[in-house]
């Protein structure tokens, strides 16, 4: 990639086959429908640890998921910037995770072997806990078409800054 071109990473996780969980690769597929410039777009599935794959070379990624967050509306949106200090800590709880894998823990790991990249947001929604074979919530369309708002605008943002404000 040129020197104008950012490198996004924009990775989901989750299974179609759960219920809400279904959000990630739902998301994903309606964003490499856009085919942005210097975007990948990876569906990780049900496999988080994946993630380590996919990041060297990348200046930001976007990872989108679907979370349980006890006391937080189901149906709602986060857009956290996983470096912020404001960011809840029960980000890195294990309890957030459906796939049996913090996806905190996943960042935290990528982050000391030096594959994260400078820019990383997390973009969830949030679910109640759902077994294979339930049917998706009446709210779930309408919080993909918000996800993919915001992913195509955080991607856009961030594939115009300068080679200077990537990495500072």
């Not at 200046?59 to 986060?78: C, F, K, Q, S, T």
Request: overall charge negative; aromatic content about 4%; some cysteine.
């Amino acid at each position: 990639m040129d020197d104008h071109t950012q490198s996004i990473l924009v990775a989901a996780c989750g299974n179609v086959m759960a219920s809400d969980d279904a959000f990630g690769p739902l998301v994903a597929c309606e964003v490499c429908r856009r085919a942005l410039a210097g975007v990948e777009v990876v569906d990780l599935d049900i496999r988080p640890a994946a993630l380590m794959d996919y990041l060297p070379g990348k200046n930001g990624l976007i990872l989108i998921d679907a979370v349980y967050a006890p006391g937080l509306e189901v149906g709602r949106v986060l857009d956290i910037d996983w470096f912020s200090p404001d960011r809840p800590g029960l980000m890195n709880d294990d309890t957030m995770s459906t796939h049996g894998l913090s996806i905190g823990m996943q960042l935290d790991l990528a982050g000391r072997l030096g594959l994260l990249p400078g820019l990383v947001r997390l973009v969830a929604v949030c679910i109640e806990p759902a077994g294979v074979g339930q049917p998706q919530s009446e709210h779930l369309p309408e919080s993909v078409a918000e996800a993919v708002s915001l992913v195509v605008k955080r991607a856009e943002q961030w594939s115009g800054l300068s080679q200077e404000q990537r990495h500072a």
